[in-house]
């Protein structure tokens, strides 16, 4: 908010020297421009008295920089890392990132939450990363208002990494929005060991051995208290697409399958797979 510009224990960054600062510190931080960098801003220590950390971005966008792609390192690749500080002296759970832009610029990945707990991003922008916009490997992250587009590997990946058990939860909101080019997944996982929340029906299909998350339904999740909701021939047919077909369906009108081809769920029949549809 416009008030935290004027809150003396926030630290006001215009660079990466004054969020390296700040970080050190264990300050909240306002954002008071735009910047480049030309390496990884990491967030490794929440160690203040509220025990916690919010980035306000007060609109400002923060750019990768360099004449080249900056190095494929694990640990230093992406344009902002969120982490516990190697041995473990600090840690960087409860984390909150709002109202910022994150431009990786086809330099860098983009924002990466790793074996944190409570991540939060509120109004956060992704776009750009030569990987996934934003990576989530053993941690919690909660998502409103998530805006990614233009990255390469597609919006969001979630899976526990390399040398991490978990656990690994991602949960976004209905107005988060996914603007990746065609055959660019919105939200998916290598694996089925994550915890994806998504909002009203969303559902998980597999594709090329991932499991990608999409918008199916008119509404619901599947369950017998909520089930999804059927409204369009389009939307009949994603019931054969579904990665767990152990799911309840709602047709909520008549639809019209008139020259509509048939899908894979006519292929169930004999595999155990539970389908309930009520009419």
Sequence with gaps: TAGDAYDPTWAQVNSAETWNA????????????????????TINNTNSPSDSITVNGNGHIITAAGEQPWPNVNGSKH?????????????????TLKNITLDSANLAYGLQS???TNTVLNNVTLTGSVGAGLTVNGSTVTATALHTSDNNWGGVNVDNGENVS???TFTFDATSTFNEDEGKAAVYSETEDVT?????????????????????????NG???????ITTAQEMKNVGLLADANN????QNNIDMTGVEASQADSYGDTGDIYQLYG
Excluded: M, R
């Design 196 to 220: 994806i929340i998504a909002p009203a029906g969303w559902a998980c299909i597999q594709v090329s051995g991932n499991y990608v998350w999409s918008k199916l339904f008119a509404g619901g």
């Design 22 to 41: 700040a970080v050190a510190a264990g300050q909240n931080i306002i954002l008071t421009a735009n910047f480049t960098t030309t390496a990884q801003l």
């Design 166 to 168: 978990g656990p690994t």
């Design 79 to 95: 344009l902002v890392l969120i982490t516990d500080a190697a041995g473990g002296s600090t840690t960087a759970d409860n984390v």
């Design 114 to 116: 790793f074996c944190v």
């Design 248 to 251: 309840y369906f709602a047709l």
């Design 223 to 229: 369950t017998e208290e909520s089930p999804y909701l």
